[in-house]
């Protein structure tokens, strides 16, 4: 399954869609919301990301879960 990150709310957020402007998208977390600054997404990488999102996102690829226990 292919996944974009995406800010919203202060975080870096994966949706499983290609995402609009202007229409409703669900993060992997489950956090509906709208995206109105596409302009903002070339930084996006530099937000802090959702951890709800990124174990979803690291479940989904096989990947162990971060931060990993020792």
Avoid: Y
Avoid at 13 to 29: F, K, M, N, S
Avoid at 41 to 58: E, F, L
């Amino acid at each position: 399954m292919k996944f974009r990150w995406l800010p919203h709310d202060g975080l870096r957020h994966a949706i499983q869609d290609e995402p609009l402007r202007g229409r409703l998208v669900e993060t992997l977390c489950g956090d509906p919301f709208v995206p109105q600054e596409l302009d903002l997404w070339s930084s996006k990488n530099v937000w802090p990301t959702c951890w709800d999102c990124d174990g979803v996102w690291r479940k989904s690829e096989g990947i162990l879960p971060w931060p990993r226990k020792s």
